[in-house]
């Protein structure tokens, strides 16, 4: 079973950049399709973005596309989430979570991904 930590959370102003990483252990991430979703508070879990096992297929909500950029580095075990031109819409507590490698990732659903991190807390102030 693989194990998710997220990290690089933080407050910026509206306008700036973040770079989220997801550290995954106990299992090879190559083995996994990776997605970021996000939840405000009083909101649904929502996607963001996901990421082929291989790095070759991404997703992104609309939302986010053309600000954000996921990517995977998986000989470091490790995805990432690349924010720029940030909202205050985007506060939010930002989840990684990973998928067996048959799974398509394209089906956007939280359901479909079992291995969930911790999350770690983005806000972007006006």
């Known amino acids: 079973q693989v194990q998710l930590v997220e990290s690089g959370g933080g407050v910026v102003q509206a306008g700036g950049s973040l770079r989220l990483s997801c550290a995954a252990s106990g299992r090879t991430l190559s083995n996994y399709g990776m997605g970021w979703f996000r939840q405000a508070p009083g909101n649904e879990r929502d996607f963001v973005a996901a990421i082929s096992s291989n790095g070759r297929l991404t997703y992104y909500a609309d939302s986010v596309k053309g600000r954000f950029t996921i990517s995977r580095d998986n000989a470091k075990n490790t995805v990432y989430l690349q924010m720029n031109s940030l909202k205050p819409a985007d506060t939010a507590v930002y989840y990684c979570?990973?998928?067996?490698?048959?799974?398509?990732?394209?089906?956007?659903?939280?359901?479909?991904?079992?291995?969930w991190g911790q999350g770690t807390q983005v806000t972007v102030s006006s």
């Open positions: 979570a990973a998928k067996g490698i048959y799974q398509s990732v394209s089906d956007t659903s939280k359901m479909t991904y079992p291995y």
